[in-house]
């Protein structure tokens, strides 16, 4: 019934950036946190950035000063500007919505950096 679509993943050299973005459709209420999580092939899935519906942001410390998060609450979505892409940064990243005391995931949308 909730859905999460995740868009804007792609391929993109060293040093690029990409916008991510993720919309939340169906019966969805009350979200206090939207964020997004990657997950590298033999790694386990780890928090990227997170946003309140107040506003306030927490990122991980490797990508502090590159990536911004946002959302629009009014549009039930929540985007991830990554600028100065590093090879690192290769995952899937996955959007999680945090709403009436459930959490939501989309399918991922890959990113990959590489020259």
């Known amino acids: 019934q909730v859905q999460l679509v995740e868009s804007g993943g792609g391929l993109v050299q060293p040093g690029g950036s990409l916008r991510l973005s993720c919309a939340a459709s169906g019966s969805i209420f009350s979200i206090s946190r939207m964020g997004w999580y990657r997950q590298a092939p033999g790694k386990q899935r780890n928090m990227v950035a997170t946003?309140?519906?107040?506003?306030?942001?927490n990122y991980v410390d490797s990508v502090k000063g590159r990536f911004t998060i946002s959302r629009d609450n009014a549009k039930n979505t929540v985007y991830l500007q990554m600028n100065s892409l590093k090879p690192e940064d290769t995952a899937v990243y996955f959007c999680?919505?945090?709403?009436?005391?459930?959490?939501?995931w989309g399918r991922g949308t890959q990113v990959t950096v590489s020259s």
């Open positions: 946003i309140t519906s107040s506003g306030y942001t």
């Open positions: 999680n919505v945090a709403a009436q005391s459930r959490s939501y």
